[in-house]
């Protein structure tokens, strides 16, 4: 069974850090392609990084230069350490892993005030 779990969500203000975690367990995450998404209120879930299984990354462009995904292979987890956080990077986030099927965190709420 896989089980993804967020976690380092929180309040913080415009200019501040966060780094989120995504542990899973029986799944490799090394071996697939693992993604943050975010969802804001009203608005349509959307990529914001992700590391494919060989350790190249991607970035949505509203985050590039600020965010960035790493992987910890020993520790089967996940990280996505937020820098100069902005306003409208406020929205849950959830964490993504593609293998035979897709599964889905629960997500970890991200509020970032002005």
């Known amino acids: 069974q896989v089980q993804l779990v967020e976690s380092g969500g929180g309040l913080v203000q415009a200019g501040g850090s966060l780094r989120l975690s995504c542990a899973a367990s029986?799944?490799?995450?090394?071996?697939?392609?693992v993604g943050w998404y975010r969802q804001a209120p009203g608005k349509q879930r959307e990529l914001v990084a992700e590391?494919?299984?060989?350790?190249?990354?991607n970035y949505a462009d509203s985050v590039k230069g600020r965010f960035t995904i790493s992987r910890d292979n020993a520790k089967n987890t996940v990280y996505l350490q937020m820098n100069s956080l902005k306003p409208e990077d406020t929205a849950v986030y959830y964490c993504?892993?593609?293998?035979?099927?897709?599964?889905w965190g629960q997500g970890t709420q991200v509020t970032v005030s002005s």
């Open positions: 993504n892993v593609l293998a035979a099927r897709s599964y």
């Open positions: 029986g799944i490799i995450f090394r071996l697939y392609t």
């Open positions: 590391i494919l299984s060989g350790g190249s990354t």
